[in-house]
């Protein structure tokens, strides 16, 4: 049965990619910049005074020890790093001062605790890591590259094991969703793009902050084999999501939560009303594309047969209510006239018929809807039922998500406040680009004794 049923709209609409994986690298554009040769002034001019370069945000000067460190990179480069190296002229990340910063003994302690992520500490090295660290701690160009080196190859691997997805329901609607095997320098090209290399580090900010919530959680001592087991489940499940400089939201059925991200960041959370324990709202990822203003609700048919048919044949007209009667599921379909209708076939459930709500301030919708196409007709929706956001519980709706704050969302996506023209309905408004949009499933918990959990509503922790 489909949750929430959709008009068939035919929208062109460009799939702009999500740079869930930066290509490009800040840093040696700043590097590639300072050594440009500068033009030369114009005929018959007066010569511009120099001007000292300045480094890019988060670029610290270049220093002779940095210089040589760069040198011993080109010298030890090679594998898959190398690639990477050569393209930012092997100036370091890790030693961009000359020297190791902290982010490498806090990454070494990373990587010795990698069982709290399902993985074998062993296979990156940490006491070899913990040894160059130590050794590049002299200074000597030739032990920070060699560090460096290590450092990078560790990371490479240590992300995409990290990220490889694991088996939990989530359906991917799109190619820009679906995990993808993660090549090294798309790994450190990722990190060097960031505002702060060593904040990346020690956030592990190639994860979602779902994720590292939750692998704390997981390091809390005393836990039952029960619930280290309940944690890994809900671990496996923020796997999939991506990094916080991923703009993306993500819909916790759970908690009935709603959180948006950029730029490193959340940047904005809401309470949401999402499907009942027989109407779930599903795991989905996908692709939000456009926005529909002055949306129509099209009603599920067993809200019509439940809902509608009786208050018909109790006395009230289609049309009064708000609603009108339709042939078919098409977008070409003809009104029907609905005295013409047999509504005790409808309300016995011998007859389906399409009824959709008109836009309006009474419309199930409200003002907006916000598309990520699936056949299940799931999407995220405005509401009129504001009072059903104060309750702790919100597992209400028929499998879609209802929004606390849609206008406060819809200027994040659309990039402008939520308008419309006249009264039209169905009126398709596309995002300037596409954004990732995943709804999960989170039970876990911090609490004053360590963890606790959220009522399974939807018994997905029992069965994995």
């Known amino acids: ?7 068939a709209i035919l929208l062109l609409i460009a799939t702009a990619g999500t740079g869930l994986v930066p290509t490009g690298d800040a840093r040696a554009y700043a590097q590639a910049k300072k050594s440009a040769p500068a033009r030369k002034p114009a005929a018959k001019k007066p010569a511009p005074k120099k001007a000292t370069a300045k480094p890019a945000p988060s670029e610290p000067e270049a220093t002779p020890a940095t210089r040589a460190v760069a040198v011993q990179i ?31 003994d806090a990454f070494v302690d990373m990587v010795e605790t990698a069982d709290l992520d399902g993985l074998r500490p062993n296979s990156y090295g ?41 088996d939990t329901g989530m359906t991917y609607l799109d190619a820009e969703v679906k995990p993808r095997k993660l090549k090294a320098e798309n790994v450190l090209r990722a990190a060097v793009l960031t505002k702060s290399f060593a904040s990346y580090i020690r956030d592990m900010g190639w994860m979602s902050p779902h994720y590292l919530r939750l ?10 084999p029960d619930d280290r087991a309940r944690l890994r489940i809900n671990l496996d499940r923020a796997r999939l999501l991506p990094g916080a400089w991923t703009r993306h ?61 009786p208050k018909v044949l109790a006395g009230r007209p289609l049309t ?16 029907l006239d609905p005295k013409a209708i047999d509504w005790h076939a409808v309300a016995a459930g011998q007859q389906e018929v399409r009824v959709r709500q008109l836009p309006g301030p ?46 406060t969302l ?5 990039g402008k406040p939520i308008t419309t023209v006249a009264k039209k309905p169905e009126q398709a408004a596309p995002l300037p680009q596409a954004v990732p949009v995943y709804l999960t499933y989170f039970t876990a918990t911090a609490a004053p004794k360590g963890v606790a959990f959220l009522p399974d509503v939807y018994g997905r922790d029992t069965r994995g």
């Not at 049965?1 to 008009?7: D, E, L, N, Q, T």
């Not at 160009?141 to 990078?152: G, K, N």
């Not at 009064?320 to 009104?335: H, K, P, Q």
């Not at 819809?410 to 659309?414: A, D, E, F, V």
């Open 362 to 407: 009474a419309n199930s919708m409200g003002r907006v809807k916000f598309m990520f196409p699936n056949e299940l007709g799931i999407y995220l929706h405005d509401t009129n039922e504001k009072a059903l956001m104060k309750k702790p519980a919100r597992h209400f709706s028929n499998g879609c998500v209802r929004l606390e704050d849609a206008p």
């Open 320 to 335: 009064a209510m708000g609603f009108e009667a339709l042939s078919d599921w098409s977008e070409n379909a003809t009104r």
């Open 410 to 414: 819809g200027k994040w996506l659309l």
């Open 249 to 309: 939201i993500v819909v916790d059925a759970a908690s009935a939560r709603l959180y948006f991200y950029q730029g490193g960041k959340q940047v904005g959370t809401m309470r949401v009303v999402v499907g009942t324990p027989q109407t779930q709202t599903p795991m989905l990822a996908g692709m939000v594309r456009y926005a529909i203003l002055n949306p129509y609700w099209n009603v599920p048919t067993d809200l019509v047969q439940k809902k509608i048919a």
């Open 74 to 104: 080109r010298e030890q480069a090679g594998g898959k790093v190398k690639g990477f190296y050569a393209d930012r002229g092997f100036w370091p990340i890790w030693a961009a001062s000359g020297r190791l910063g902290p982010e490498a």
């Open 126 to 166: 940490p006491d070899a890591l913990r040894k160059a660290v130590v050794t590049a701690r002299s200074g000597d160009p030739v032990a920070v590259a060699q560090a460096e080196l290590a450092l990078s190859r560790a990371l490479a691997d240590y992300v995409a094991d990290v990220r490889r997805p694991r």
């Open 215 to 224: 692998r704390t959680l997981l390091a809390t001592p005393g836990l039952s």
């Open 1 to 7: 049965m489909r949750h929430c049923r959709i008009p």
